[in-house]
Structure formats: C-alpha cells, structure tokens
C-alpha cells in the first residue's frame, strides 16, 4: 500500500479556497486516490476519488499531476462546518480496498 | 446513497465483560466489511478484515481471540470485544463497500464510544 504525507494541520477563514496536498510517492499503475472527511465522534465520510488529471463534484475538486505522486483536494469557499479532518488514501484496485489511514490533515475554519 | 448502520453509538461497560458491536449495510450487500479503531487525536487503526461466510483476517498485533468478529450474513458483521479492560476504551468504526469494483469507496458507520470501567 502507498504510503501517504499530508500537513498535520492547516487554517483558514471562511469563505477562502483551501488546498490540502497529498503526497504518495510510491503510487502504483493501478492505484486510486480518494479523500475522506471526518467530524469528532464520526465515521469517515466520501469526499471524492480519482486516478488522474481532475474530478470535481458537488463538494471538491481533487487535482492530480501527470506523474501521479501527489495530489490536491480543493474545497471552494469553506464554512465553519468543514473544519474537520481529512485524510488522503491509496488504495490498488486488486480486491477490496483495505485501506489504511494515514495521519490525516486538520483542518480548522474560523470566522 | 449507501448507507452502514453501526450500534450502538456508545457503550459502556465493566472491566471484564463482553461487548457486542453490529455493523449493517442498510442498502446494499457486503461481502467485505472493515473494523478500525480510533484513540483521541489519532487516525484510524484497521483492526480486520470481515469476510461474509468465512473468517475474519486480523491485522498485525490485533488479538483475534479477544476481538471476535462475525459476518454472517451479506448486511452484518459483529464485533466482540471479550473480557473488556480500560485499555481497550476507544472508539470503533466499521466500513464496507458498496460497489463490486474494487474501487469503490468505503462507506462507514458512526462508530460505537466504548469506555470500559
């Protein structure tokens, strides 16, 4: 499994751009990306998941470079209620994704 | 979309005795399903896999005779955590995917707070 470096924490106030990046240096040809969100007291939730150049939702943009070795989840205009942690996985597409967290990035919103 | 149902959300018991956790796929079947636990301020520590019909595969360092794991059907997977002591005080989320493809993104339950006495 490829590991994964995030920023332990990060600030910002509402209403800004916030960029998380993600590094995995060791991603493989039949890796996927995907980030998850996670309040206190809750399980992860799905933010998106991607496996190269851009995939936006309803939520995020997730960007990845050609070469695949790191990537970033961009959250337009956040509120106080994206204060959260957020991890960055990797996982092969050969079986069921057993995935394994890394340290996760927390970020916190101010107003 | 899909949704795992976890309970209960909070627990808690004496040292010694037994603790039963369920995980349920309300909308949709699964063959695998994931255990991990989670200390305060830390990130999640995969415990086990869950297999449906079959027996659970457990991660290095994890006791698999004091967490029992049960998945006997396609929607549940039990975890038993037998002779609770204060250190296994934590919170315990469970996940499962959704799609066939292994791809899928995993969706989780809300986790179970169990405090041990």
């Known amino acids: 499994l490829a590991k994964t470096t995030q920023p332990i924490s990060m600030d910002s106030y509402e209403g800004q751009e916030v960029n998380i990046t993600c590094s995995h240096n060791n991603i493989a040809t039949n890796d996927y990306i995907t980030w998850y969100q996670q309040f206190p007291s809750q399980g992860p939730r799905f933010i998106i998941q991607g496996y190269k150049t851009k995939v936006t939702n309803e939520v995020a943009s997730l960007f990845i470079p050609a070469d695949r070795k790191s990537s970033t989840l961009s959250l337009p205009r956040v509120s106080l209620s994206d204060t959260a942690v957020y991890y960055c996985l990797v996982a092969s597409n050969t079986g069921f994704q057993k995935l394994v967290f890394g340290t996760g990035t927390r970020l916190l919103v101010s107003p | 979309g899909a949704v795992v149902s976890q309970h209960p959300s909070r627990v808690i018991c004496k040292s010694g005795t037994s603790v039963k956790i369920e995980c349920r796929s309300l909308d949709f079947q699964a063959t695998t399903m994931f255990w991990y636990r989670q200390f305060p301020k830390q990130s999640l520590m995969l415990m086990a896999t869950?297999?449906?019909?079959?027996?659970?595969?457990?991660e290095q360092g994890v006791e698999k005779d004091k967490f029992l794991i049960n998945h006997a059907s396609l929607t549940l997977s039990t975890l038993t955590v037998t002779s609770a002591h204060p250190e296994d005080s934590s919170f315990y989320i469970c996940?499962?995917?959704?799609?066939?493809?292994?791809?899928?993104?995993?969706?989780f339950g809300n986790g179970t707070r169990l405090t041990v006495t």
């Open positions: 996940s499962a995917a959704s799609g066939t493809g292994s791809n899928s993104p995993l969706h």
């Open positions: 869950s297999n449906e019909g079959s027996k659970a595969t457990y």
